[in-house]
Nanobody, 124 residues
Framework: QVQLVESGGGLVQAGGSLRLSCVSS????????MGWFRQAPGKEREFVAS????????RYVDAVKGRFTIARDNAKNTLYLQMNSLKPEDTAVYYC?????????????????WGQGTQVTVSS
């Protein structure tokens, strides 16, 4: 069983930045593709970004391209999401997710382990 613990959320003004972290334990981190999802109030959870097992490839939802960067440090079993130029519409609970496989996944069904989420609130 994989345990994922997110941190780094908070309240920030529009145009600001935050970096989310997700520490993984319980399975070999470097074997798994990883992802970030988010869920805004009253909306379904949506894909944000994904990264392959070795960090060689990444994928983003169009709404965050050029503003968010997903990265990983396999030596530290940690996944990151650097979020710049934040907008009020980025307000959501952000979830870290781990896949059983090594390659990019972009749907919920591609991931089998989830963190508890961290709140990101962007004020206008």
């Amino acid at each position: 069983q994989v345990q994922l613990v997110e941190s780094g959320g908070g309240l920030v003004q529009a145009g600001g930045s935050l970096r989310l972290s997700c520490v993984s334990s319980g399975r070999t981190f470097s074997d798994s593709a990883m992802g970030w999802f988010r869920q805004a109030p009253g909306k379904e959870r949506e894909f944000v970004a994904s990264i392959t097992f070795n960090g060689g490839r990444t994928r983003y939802v169009d709404a965050v391209k050029g503003r968010f960067t997903i990265a990983r440090d396999n030596a530290k079993n940690t996944l990151y999401l650097q979020m710049n130029s934040l907008k009020p519409e980025d307000t959501a609970v952000y979830y870290c997710a781990a896949s059983r496989g090594p390659f990019i996944r972009i749907t919920d069904s591609g991931f089998d382990s989830w963190g508890q989420g961290t709140q990101v609130t962007v004020s206008s």
